[in-house]
């Protein structure tokens, strides 16, 4: 907007008169003609409005540059003074300063010396500032500064101590109204002045603080209480260096003795070239600290969290690997230490294994100990159920589906190949795998690729294969039920695993570990076997093999307060008949009837299996004759009569006969 049209738009008032059109034209023609640099602007919203020809000769730039140009930007002396100068003028009417410097077309900064006067323009203030080369009438000044006082001497004097009073007013307007604090120190530290808000937060009053060394007060002492040296402080060292310090890390300490964390910035104020003192703007920022220690104490929370979740999840591997180690596999039978042996052999290796043995014999701790002991056993062992999965969700559950490759694909879905990539997959129930799905299963294997349901993308996939069925394979091949190629695929490496029933010696082993484990789980003491226990359970047939066992421990234990365990074995509607046991059912008991030797032959290896199991211990807590329900006294007559020596070490030992 250009004054000249302002003016001839409003009616401006020069002492209560108004402007006529030939007075606004002399007005404009005084302006830009006028000797002295001038220009007009809104301090407010930072514009330029008018500059005359003297102010384009001064600064070197086009009038249209001029009046294009922020007043922030040209006049270089610092935002905060211009700032101070133009609410000074503002609260005064008029100011003057030295302290500001204006931009150059040259590029150079130019001092210079401000008058300024606030002007009512259409309802606001507006200033209106002089200008002049700082350096080029500094001389001129100075002598007429002295002839102006020899002539008029002190009454003049006293003029330019009240001009200095009224900026010295409006400063402290300025001061007052700041919410930080602010104080200023001369060259020798001494305080000269404090505001408000200083006193407030610092507790102390101004008549307090002025005149007396403000380090020595309030930033003598570190936060340690330790010896602040005034030489090391960097308010201080403006004086010094000349240069504007800001610090953040320090603290300051109140008048009560109570201290809280400062930033503050040392800024130097120069007078005719010289330090003489500084202005320190300080705020406690004690919320800013408070919330930044919330922060790193939550991250030291986050940082331990991970750390206890990191270490419980190395314990739990551990414990995983202590539970299905196969070192803790039940059972001294031979069939179990073959099977065993068998682990031992192939675990290490990456070849695909088939388990076979009926249901509830214990295939997948057989498959879980393979993989812990394996070089895998650090990447996930993922188990499918192939008979829990429906015909027509196989492919998808076995390589995955992207999104709308079918009816209810609404994303894209891993498969449990995918998912098992550099692990183990241990296909259970393996001869429930349909026809015509078992060719892509045996592509897999061959090649190792792969394709989601909707996909053309070929996938590499490196898993380890462990396959177990209750089913006998070779007739499901023969009954074309299952695919040759496959079988033989699988059949890599057979392990079988028999049914409880052809393994009688594990039986009170086992069922000795169940109980353990279910009065654990239960919270039950004092509940144990009798050696009747184990003669009912070693002639039961157990159709249901392992798993069948547990559930009748753990039915056991929960119907049982405490002392004998109350077994509830099913009637077997036929008993196996082997060749070394006579078969004789009872009407009243329905319980096989053994002989005397074989008695005696399962007596004694019941005795050596609870001994070895209680760790060599025969009497008390755990001892053999809790764990076969007998009095000390008892076993000790029968280890004497079958000629089973009491154990000095862990090892049993056997007069005349070694373990069967």
Known sequence: MNLSETHLNTPDLQDGVPFGDSE???????????????????????RMIEANNAAVD?????METLLRSKPSWLFHGGLSALIVFTQSVMVQGYCWTNELSCKTRSGKEMPVECNARAVELEGRLVLAVTLQDREAVEGLRKQAEANDYVRRGLSEWRKFEQLFQEIEQGNQLLLQAAGEGIYGVNADGITTFVNPAAERLLGYGAEELVGKNMHNLVHCRHPDGSHYPVKHCPIYAAFNDGAV?????????????????????????VEHGMLIGAVIIFRD???????????????????????????ENAYLQEEIRTEYNY??????????????????????????????????????????????????????????????????????????????????????????????????????????????????????????????????????????????????LAQEVVAKNFREDLYFRLQVFPIHL?????????????????????????????????????????????PGNVREL????????????????????????????????????TADKSQTLITESERVTRDRMMIIQALEQAGGKVFGEDGAAEL?????????????????????????????????
């Open 24 to 46: 606004q034209r002399i007005f404009h023609t005084y302006f830009d003609q006028h000797p002295t640099a001038t220009l007009v602007f809104d301090p407010v919203e930072n």
């Open 58 to 62: 001064l600064l070197g730039f086009p």
């Open 245 to 269: 310090h800001h610090v953040d890390d320090e603290v300051f300490w109140r008048k009560d003795g109570s201290v809280f964390p400062v930033e503050y910035t040392s800024t130097p104020i």
């Open 285 to 311: 920022i004690s919320d800013r600290k408070q919330a930044e220690d919330n922060l790193r104490q939550a991250l030291e929370q986050v940082k331990s969290l991970q750390r206890r979740l990191e270490e």
């Open 327 to 472: 070192h803790e596999i039940i059972g001294s039978s031979a069939a179990i230490r073959q099977v065993i042996q068998k682990i031992q052999q192939v675990a290490p290796t990456t070849s695909t294994t088939l388990i076979t043995g009926e249901s509830g014999t214990g295939k997948e701790l057989i498959a879980r100990a393979m993989h812990v002991n394996s070089e895998r056993s650090d990447r996930p062992l993922i188990r499918v159920n192939c008979a829990a999965i429906p015909r027509d969700l196989f492919e998808s559950e076995f390589f995955g589906h992207v999104r709308g490759a079918f009816t209810g694909a609404t994303r894209d879905r891993a498969g449990r190949f995918e998912l098992a990539n550099g692990g183990t997959l241990f296909l259970d129930e393996v001869g429930e795998i349909p026809l015509e799905l078992q060719g892509k299963l045996l592509r897999v294997l061959q090649e190792g690729q792969y394709e989601r349901i909707g996909e053309e993308r070929t996938r590499d996939v490196d898993v380890r294969i462990i396959a177990a069925t209750n089913k006998d």
């Open 498 to 542: 028999p049914p409880l029933r052809e393994r009688p010696e594990d039986i009170s082993l086992l069922a000795s570990h169940f109980l353990q484990t279910m009065c654990r789980k239960f919270n039950k003491r004092g509940i144990h076997l009798s050696q009747s226990d184990i003669h009912c359970l070693m002639n039961y047939h157990w």
């Open 550 to 585: 547990e559930n009748i421990i753990e039915r056991a234990v929960i119907v049982t307060q405490s002392g004998r365990l109350r077994l509830d074995l099913p009637v077997p509607d036929q008993r196996p008949v082997t060749t070394s046991t006579s078969v004789e059912q």
């Open 628 to 660: 076969l329900g007998l009095k000390p006294t008892t076993l000790a007559s029968r280890m004497k009569r079958l000629g089973i020596e009491k154990p000095k070490r862990r090892n049993v030992t056997i007069k005349n006969e070694s373990h069967p």
